[in-house]
């Protein structure tokens, strides 16, 4: 991978999507001279798009892809809620679907804040793999699966194998969440730690979520939450430079920064372009 | 916690909503990170609860005690699923449980959505009651703003507690 020829992408619900489609040829926006040519859409069952809308994603010349939070890649799916999300994306030119594995929905409730990560052991991975096969085909465009925000973690199997076994067994790539992972990491008392070069995780990692979080001591033990609206901290950009470095099969950088204010965005994507100008600098070697 | 590592994600999802997880001190560090998890999401809940009832909420916690508000969080996995988001579910166990176990309680409730605009107009009867457990407006109206007025000052509880709150009676101007 050209590290200066990745893109860099932004997250939001419709409202955002509208409001990014418009700010992306305005040449006073804080997108403006950014490489930034990516949107992740946050998409509900129930939402519809504007004729208008479609039709200027139609021709943009940004990537689209979708980030739903209504499948249970690891319990029960909701066959007619996966129908409605099909309508939906069959009208926009998505180049793929990213999304959390875990339980984000109990019967009809939004878990969103108490969405639930799998624990790392043969059953949720059995049932995550048969989920995103049958999601796969059903949606018929690539899946990424996410790691999902961590705060508690069970099971035995290592994060890298179990994500590897995923990923190859379901046909997916992954979208590997930096935050997520250091959350992971908080959960297991570990130092934030990746996998070498050669790891063939590298080759299916296709998309890398950054995002904003909160990380504090409690009781002892490192704890943090996921806070998107948050300014990227230290601990995050400092792991996400060697990640960076590593993952040369992806597409693109994500950047959620739903909430934020605009400074904070700015900032935001000023941080990462330094970080990615300084690993293209370093030509990999110090990471 | 009793969570073994072939547990499956429902089994774990139930049981982050057991109450004993939130109140037994952890003693190693998995079990300090699933306290945190229990703990987190009683908080999101109760956050909720407090957003939308600021001020009844306390009065109904010094008179009954804490665990009204622990027991959403223990229905939380089960009843919640008819809800479409935290909000409305949290909100929603718990007024169903106050209406249950006393409407009088769930009139004050009522009455705080009426004065935070969440409702156009209040539910209550606006004439001279038969019914001895029937706030009517002017009782409503004199109980909420003494639980403003303690509110704001942050009250022990002790003060709510031994606030007299008896229906159709207490503050109904006698015609």
């Not at chain 1, 994603?57 to 249970?72: G, M």
Request: proline share 5%; net charge negative; aromatic share 12%.
């Amino acid at each position: 991978m050209d590290i200066n020829s990745i893109s860099l992408g932004v997250s939001g619900d419709i409202n955002k999507l509208k409001q990014f489609i418009h700010l992306y040829t305005n040449s006073t926006s804080i997108y403006h001279g950014t490489p930034i040519k990516h949107f992740s859409l946050g998409v509900r069952p129930w939402d519809r798009l504007e004729n208008s809308t479609i039709d200027l994603c139609a021709t943009a010349d940004f990537t689209i892809s979708v980030h739903p939070v209504d499948i249970n890649f690891s319990g029960v799916i909701d066959m007619t809620d996966l129908a409605s999300l099909k309508k939906i994306i069959d009208v926009l030119p998505i180049s793929y679907i990213e999304e959390d594995i875990g339980i984000w929905r109990n019967g009809n409730l939004f878990l969103g804040a108490h969405q639930t990560n799998p624990p790392l052991n043969k059953k949720s991975l059995h049932t995550t793999i048969t989920n995103a096969k049958m999601v796969n085909h059903f949606f018929e465009l690539p899946i990424f699966l996410e790691n999902p925000p961590v705060y508690s973690e069970f099971g035995s199997i290592p994060f890298w194998d179990f994500y590897l076994e995923l990923c190859n067994r379901s046909d997916c790539s992954m979208a590997f969440d930096i935050g997520h992972y250091l959350g992971y990491c908080k959960s297991k008392d570990l130092a934030f730690n990746i996998p070498d070069t050669k790891h063939e995780i590298w080759s299916l990692i296709k998309t890398l979520h950054i995002s904003g979080i909160k990380s504090w001591m409690w009781n002892g033990i490192p704890v943090w939450l996921d806070q998107h609206s948050d300014p990227f901290n230290n601990e995050l950009i400092d792991a996400f430079k060697p990640t960076l470095a590593k993952a040369y099969n992806a597409q693109n950088i994500l950047l959620e920064m739903e909430g934020s204010s605009i400074e904070v965005e700015r900032n935001n994507i000023d941080l990462v372009k330094k970080s990615i100008a300084e690993v293209s600098e370093n030509g990999n070697k110090k990471y | 916690m009793a969570i073994k590592n072939t547990d499956t994600i429902d089994l774990i999802f139930n049981e982050t909503y057991k109450s004993k997880n939130i109140f037994t001190p952890p003693a190693s560090a998995r079990d300090k990170h699933f306290t945190f998890e229990c703990i987190r999401r009683y908080l999101d809940i109760s956050r909720h609860l407090n957003r939308r009832w600021p001020h009844t909420i306390r009065y109904l916690q010094a008179v009954y005690g804490e665990n009204i508000s622990t027991d959403v969080f223990e229905k939380f996995d089960t009843t919640g699923s008819i809800y479409r988001n935290l909000n409305d579910a949290a909100c929603g166990i718990f007024f169903n449980s106050i209406v249950k176990n006393s409407p009088i309680d769930a009139e004050l409730l009522l009455y705080e959505d009426f004065r935070n605009g969440k409702a156009r107009s209040s539910t209550y009867t606006t004439t001279q009651p038969f019914e001895k457990f029937t706030l009517i407006p002017y009782d409503l109206d004199s109980i909420y703003t003494t639980l403003m007025f303690y509110g704001r000052a942050y009250a022990p509880s002790i003060l709510y507690a031994n606030f007299i709150l008896e229906p159709g009676k207490t503050y109904r101007v006698d015609t």
